[in-house]
């Protein structure tokens, strides 16, 4: 049964559409899976003219796409889409009725439990999705649920349990004992909200990332900004944290209550960095981190320094080898080879 995958791209550039679905690309294609890359034209622009040429190019781009893929065959796709692209469900019917071609969607997102982004457009995309797939490779056991909840059969579900991250011959550190936590991301407080009430926990914070502005707390070391096949040297000491929200008591909001379906890239950076993690209690990757033996679930981010305390440094060992062994997988793309290795299985059948 012949494979392909529908790749979304920005101009002529890959690594634009960011490092998660580029690495999925990068997996599929090693599994044996031909890449079909979408371009979207002028993809910076949104000036009429500039949209008119996008859904022309899209007119003509996507049955040259249906005459490429062979009857009987498998077609992946990563979801969400990013806009609206003319004469796809068009050719989406026409590959499933005349074709016989199987979806597979890989779902980055769900922006219906994200809420942040949701708008009719999304919402128009995912019900599509859920119409045509017949496989759906989602993060975990929370968003499983979820999509059981909407009707979808379990036997069309696989879970990827965590995101990838490939780094390619780099070399593996061993984390470093020490009594911190480090955040690595966009560091606008307008954004990672919870940030400005960081100066008062009595722990040490190691910030990495773009807009940095809070000079003034002493508990916080900032550290740069880096590329992402960089930052994992970067990171090599304590442990990494995933958290979201507005506050320090709890992970609240849109962003927050987030966490409890989504597996975060930030997740995957921090493992495949071989750090071990301090992770929301009620994260839906709380599971993962304490059934691998990966770092420790907190419930407030004012329990820091006592939970901080508490750590071994024999402990922390082995949350560190641990972290190690799974950092060796996510550089390889294992979890995702897996989670399509069982996508395909099932619509082989």
């Not at 622009?45 to 796409?65: C, E, G, N, T």
């Not at 797939?133 to 965590?162: Q, W, Y």
């Not at 009620?282 to 990966?294: H, K, M, R, T």
């Amino acid at each position: 049964m012949k494979k392909y995958q529908i790749f979304d791209v920005y101009s002529s550039d890959e690594t634009a559409s960011g490092k998660a679905p580029s690495d999925i690309n990068q997996i599929a294609a090693a599994a044996g899976f031909e890449s079909l890359r979408l371009v979207r034209v002028c993809s910076e622009k949104m000036d009429i003219i500039s949209r008119v040429r996008r859904q022309l190019h899209y007119y003509f781009a996507w049955p040259q796409l249906y005459k490429q893929i062979e009857p009987n065959s498998i077609v992946l796709f990563q979801a969400p889409s990013q806009n609206s692209q003319l004469r796809r469900e068009e050719t989406l019917a026409k590959l499933k009725n005349k074709k016989n071609v199987k979806f597979i969607y890989l779902v980055h997102d769900v922006e219906e439990l994200r809420k942040f982004y949701y708008r009719k457009f999304f919402e128009e995309d995912f019900n599509q999705m859920l119409k045509y797939a017949d496989c759906l490779i989602v993060h975990n056991d929370s968003m499983k649920k979820f999509f059981e909840d909407r009707g979808v059969d379990p036997k069309k579900l696989v879970t990827l349990k965590i995101f990838d991250y490939l780094i390619p011959n780099g070399e593996i550190n061993h984390a470093k004992f020490e009594r911190s936590v480090s955040v690595a991301g966009n560091l606008d407080v307008s954004k990672t909200q919870y940030l400005k009430d960081i100066g008062k926990i009595d722990a040490k914070f190691n910030l990495y990332g773009l807009n940095f502005t809070l000079d003034a707390y002493k508990n916080v070391e900032y550290h740069g900004a880096f590329p992402a096949d960089e930052i994992p040297n970067q990171l090599n000491s304590g442990f990494g944290l995933i958290w979201d929200g507005s506050s320090i008591e709890t992970c609240d909001g849109a962003f927050g209550n987030y966490l409890r379906y989504n597996n975060p890239h930030k997740l995957s950076l921090y493992l495949a960095s071989a750090l071990p993690v301090i992770i929301w209690s009620q994260a839906a990757e709380a599971s993962f981190i304490i059934d691998n033996n990966l770092g420790l679930t907190i419930d407030s981010l004012n329990d820091l320094p006592k939970v901080l305390n508490k750590v071994t440094k024999e402990e922390y060992e082995h949350f560190a080898i641990n972290a190690r062994e799974v950092a060796k997988k996510l550089r390889r793309g294992d979890f995702t080879k897996v989670a399509l290795k069982k996508a395909v299985k099932a619509l082989e059948k």
